[in-house]
T-cell receptor, first 112, second 110 residues
Framework: NAGVTQTPKFQVLKTGQSMTLQCAQD?????MYWYRQDPGMGLRLIYY???????DKGEVPNGYNVSRLNKREFSLRLESAAPSQTSVYFC???????????FGSGTRLTVV | AQRVTQPEKLLSVFKGAPVELKCNYS??????LFWYVQYSRQRLQLLLR??SRESIKGFTADLNKGETSFHLKKPFAQEEDSAMYYC????????????FGPGTRLSVLP
């Protein structure tokens, strides 16, 4: 019973490189989310997917794209990484919107 | 706009002392509030939610709509309570997703 699994756990990118963060949940949750965590700013919503087949922008979507590949998987893509995207990224899922989240363990991304 | 504030970045208390982590929110609708905790090098996990009026690990939180607050309290802090605590509001501005406060780091000293 893995819950929410994120890969990779750590990544260093050079400015301008691209990468995809993967997230998968095995709890049959409908909704999935990507947050970034920065010191003093808490967690800010990047994108979310209320249900399979839908995605919507959150508070800080610029520089990111997402794909809800199926009910289990929700990936986050950085097309051209910038130092401002250095952060810890958390994926989460929930039964439905407004219900409690289950979080992944996070991806620590550094862009140099 | 929906917003959650946690005025203390860092709160240090001695073991056995009472602790209160403050949370205030702004929201025009009927709020649903949660506390999440992140222990060192672990993922965030739900601590409690106001609708269930529960006590988890000795922590309680009461929603005060008049003061728009949802403070987290524990009468006797333990060293294992040291962690980062986030207050969160279930908001409708992003499809009823969570708006998180900036977090308070609780340090319980021996």
């Amino acid at each position: 019973n893995a819950g929410v699994t994120q890969t990779p756990k750590f990544q260093v990118l050079k400015t301008g490189q691209s990468m995809t963060l993967q997230c998968a949940q095995d709890m049959n949750h409908n909704s999935m989310y990507w947050y970034r965590q920065d010191p003093g700013m808490g967690l800010r919503l990047i994108y979310y997917s209320a249900s399979e087949g839908t995605t919507d922008k959150g508070e800080v979507p610029n520089g990111y794209n997402v794909s809800r590949l199926n009910k289990r998987e929700f990936s986050l893509r950085l097309e051209s990484a910038a130092p401002s995207q250095t952060s810890v990224y958390f994926c989460a899922s929930s039964v439905g919107q407004g219900t409690g989240y289950t979080f992944g363990s996070g991806t620590r991304l550094t862009v140099v | 706009a929906q917003r959650v504030t946690q005025p203390e970045k860092l709160l240090s208390v001695f073991k056995g002392a009472p602790v209160e982590l403050k949370c205030n929110y702004s929201y025009s609708g009927s709020p649903e509030l949660f506390w999440y905790v992140q222990y060192s090098r672990q993922r965030l996990q739900l601590l409690l939610r106001h609708i269930s009026r529960e006590s988890i690990k000795g922590f309680t939180a009461d929603l005060n709509k008049g003061e728009t607050s949802f403070h987290l309290k524990k009468p006797f802090a333990q060293e294992e309570d040291s962690a980062m605590y986030y207050c969160a509001l279930s908001a409708t501005n992003y499809g009823q997703n969570f708006v998180f406060g900036p977090g308070t780091r609780l340090s319980v000293l021996p």
